[in-house]
């Protein structure tokens, strides 16, 4: 049974819904702190107050998305007010649906700032030994199958998530010196408002995608299962891997 305890510091990006704060809750519930980041500070003390050891949670308003470049220099801070890192979690994420043909550079820039840019700066500053506990310390990067798939309309997204599932792999190799994994996991179409709320996908893409699903969507709940365990360490030598989560949805779409 994996189990944490209050002293173990967990950061999550994206706290603010969906993956992120399931996640969170989840870390939570099994006994850890977490430090929730997001853009909205509303959302973020409502998934405080949400969760089921509020005390456990810190919310932290934050725009990644801003000063990309000293995001490694703003770890520093928060583990100056609050503790060493035993995990981080990067489930901040941008998506949109756009042909090649209409797409502009400069979204496409803001999709891998966010997607991208923003979690190579956060690795950078949790890898940092004054910032994570050493051994015992893991990484879970929030990826998506779209990076192993040929899906159209989202191209730039997919090879945002592409890059990130690579950049992982390597940077396995380098942060294992410091007793740090590093993993990426690809999940497939997830029930969360980002998926509903989308302009960019309509009802009848929703219910043509749902068949490919042999059971059915996945939940933010079932991604925070996965994290969790690579977050423990009952995965202690799983470490530079992308694991799929999407119910066997990939065979179908291939």
């Given at each position: 049974?994996?189990?944490?305890?209050?002293?173990d510091?967990?950061?999550i990006?994206?706290?603010?819904?969906?993956?992120?704060?399931?996640i969170?809750?989840?870390i939570?519930?099994?006994?850890g702190?977490v430090?929730?980041v997001?853009r909205n500070?509303?959302?973020?003390n409502i998934?405080?107050?949400?969760s089921?050891?509020?005390?456990?949670y810190i919310?932290?308003?934050?725009?990644?998305?801003?000063?990309i470049?000293?995001?490694?220099?703003?770890?520093?801070e928060?583990t100056?007010?609050?503790?060493?890192?035993?995990?981080?979690?990067?489930s901040a994420?941008m998506q949109?649906?756009m042909?090649?043909?209409?797409d502009?550079i400069?979204?496409?820039?803001?999709?891998?700032?966010?997607?991208?840019?923003?979690?190579?700066?956060?690795?950078?500053?949790?890898?940092?030994?004054?910032?994570n506990?050493g051994?015992?310390?893991?990484?879970?990067?929030?990826?998506s199958?779209?990076?192993e798939?040929?899906l159209?309309?989202?191209?730039?997204?997919?090879?945002?998530?592409?890059a990130l599932?690579s950049?992982?792999?390597s940077?396995?190799?380098?942060?294992?010196?410091?007793?740090i994994?590093?993993?990426?996991?690809?999940?497939?179409h997830?029930?969360?408002?980002?998926?509903s709320?989308?302009?960019?996908?309509?009802?009848?893409?929703?219910e043509?995608?749902?068949?490919?699903?042999?059971?059915?969507?996945?939940?933010p709940?079932d991604?925070?299962?996965l994290?969790?365990?690579?977050?423990?360490?009952?995965?202690?030598?799983?470490?530079?891997?992308?694991?799929?989560?999407d119910?066997?949805?990939?065979?179908n779409?291939?």
């Amino acid at each position: 049974m994996i189990e944490f305890n209050k002293n173990d510091l967990f950061l999550i990006t994206g706290a603010n819904s969906g993956i992120g704060k399931a996640i969170a809750h989840k870390i939570i519930k099994l006994g850890g702190t977490v430090i929730g980041v997001g853009r909205n500070s509303e959302k973020l003390n409502i998934a405080k107050n949400e969760s089921e050891h509020p005390d456990h949670y810190i919310a932290v308003q934050k725009d990644l998305a801003i000063d990309i470049e000293f995001l490694d220099k703003w770890i520093d801070e928060i583990t100056s007010s609050f503790g060493k890192l035993k995990g981080l979690i990067l489930s901040a994420g941008m998506q949109y649906t756009m042909p090649i043909s209409a797409d502009k550079i400069n979204n496409a820039k803001s999709l891998f700032d966010i997607n991208f840019f923003s979690n190579v700066a956060i690795i950078k500053g949790f890898a940092k030994k004054s910032n994570n506990i050493g051994n015992g310390s893991s990484i879970v990067a929030i990826s998506s199958f779209t990076a192993e798939l040929g899906l159209g309309g989202i191209s730039i997204y997919s090879a945002s998530k592409a890059a990130l599932n690579s950049f992982v792999r390597s940077a396995a190799v380098e942060l294992a010196k410091s007793k740090i994994r590093i993993n990426s996991i690809s999940a497939g179409h997830v029930q969360t408002t980002l998926l509903s709320d989308s302009k960019g996908f309509s009802k009848i893409f929703l219910e043509k995608i749902s068949g490919r699903y042999p059971l059915g969507l996945g939940t933010p709940e079932d991604i925070a299962n996965l994290t969790c365990f690579l977050l423990s360490d009952q995965s202690r030598w799983i470490n530079g891997s992308n694991i799929i989560i999407d119910g066997g949805a990939h065979i179908n779409f291939l």
